[in-house]
């Protein structure tokens, strides 16, 4: 069981189960969880008078205009194309909660409304469970859960994410924050820097054409650190060709007042979003810097391979990395 010290109740799903608030603290770190959708509501670093991520006390806005907000989101990250895909000669299909034709973040009933089950709790670290069975949003095989979230050593906040599954199945789970490491009232001056050389090609409904673009010489160049002014981004950085030993992606810095972030990451995407359609709060009030699969890999062939197999285990590490310039 966990100390019931580290937790408090918050408040109640739409089916009157107890959400709980979950109190980490470890070194410069503090950072508060809610078993709703694993979602990292705050988050502080010791000598910074504010938060670090964006969120929000009214959990019912979690469910509407801070949707993904901070969560871990899955059973699939980013999109699925028309909502189906093809696998050992089954065509499945999928909740479409996206446009009415793809599926966004696992369907509509994703991990990111989930409530999770909390397994072990100390002071600067919590193990969430979460079961979704077979059929779930469409997807095949019941798949098992298991969701560590810690602050480190080094003033970082690492996601390590384990699944198992009864049926193949695709799998990709991201953490969905979004960052402002300069509490101000948009992400345009902060600094961003990518280590990869191509981005997913997407339409204008955000799905993947199969292309893959070179970033050098783009609009959304960021081979070296750069401000993110104005542009707008949504895309999938190609960082690696397969899931992989934990590296480092990218580096986000705020000039004021001088802190900087780091990501490190087992996975193959980088999925940046600099919330330009946010409704719950100020346009690009956060950037999303989210490590995955890369979208409609079910669909795409020749993209890093994103199906589980009942006989392996997913395993995704990442980890955000803190510190005061």
Same mark, same amino acid.
């Given at each position: ?20 608030? @979950? ?9 508060? @969880? ?87 709790? #100390? ?32 003033? /970082? ?16 789970? /991201? ?19 990518? /280590? /990869? ?28 650190? #750069? ?29 004021? $007042?001088?802190?900087?972030? #780091? ?19 100020? $346009? ?16 795409? $062939? ?24």
């Amino acid at each position: 069981m966990a100390p019931i010290s580290h937790l408090t109740t918050v408040g109640q799903t739409p089916a009157g189960h107890d959400v709980h608030a @979950i109190h980490l603290q470890h070194g410069p770190l503090q950072a508060r @969880i809610l078993t709703l959708g694993a979602i990292v509501q705050d988050l502080r670093l010791r000598g910074v008078g504010h938060s670090l991520v964006v969120g929000c006390e009214q959990l019912d806005r979690y469910y509407s205009d801070m949707r993904y907000v901070g969560a871990l989101v899955g059973r699939y990250a980013n999109r699925i194309a028309r909502g189906r895909f093809d696998c050992n000669g089954t065509r499945y299909q999928l909740s479409q909660n996206a446009l009415g034709r793809h599926c966004l973040h696992g369907g509509a009933e994703g991990s990111d409304v989930t409530l999770w089950t909390v397994q072990h709790l #100390t002071q600067s670290q919590v193990h969430l469970h979460a079961r979704f069975g077979d059929g779930h949003m469409g997807f095949p095989g019941a798949l098992d859960v298991d969701c560590v979230i810690r602050l480190t050593d080094n003033a /970082a906040l690492e996601f390590d994410v384990q699944a198992t599954t009864t049926a193949a199945t695709p799998v990709s789970f /991201a953490h969905h924050g979004y960052f402002n490491l300069a509490g101000s009232a948009d992400i345009n001056d902060h600094q961003l820097e990518i /280590a /990869a050389q191509h981005y997913v090609d997407v339409d204008a409904e955000g799905i993947p054409t199969g292309r893959l673009m070179d970033v050098v010489g783009s609009d959304i160049d960021f081979s070296q650190l #750069t401000p993110i002014g104005s542009r707008s981004v949504d895309h999938n950085f190609c960082v690696a060709p397969a899931r992989g030993a934990v590296q480092r992606v990218a580096r986000l810095v705020s000039p004021r $007042p001088g802190v900087t972030m #780091t990501v490190a990451t087992t996975e193959p995407g980088l999925q940046v979003y600099t919330g330009d359609h946010f409704t719950g709060c100020a $346009p690009r009030a956060g950037v999303a810097l989210e490590t995955q699969s890369w979208p409609d890999a079910p669909n795409q $062939p020749h993209f890093p391979n994103a199906i589980l197999q009942p006989d392996d285990t997913y395993q995704s590490t990442t980890k955000y990395g803190f510190d005061v310039l």
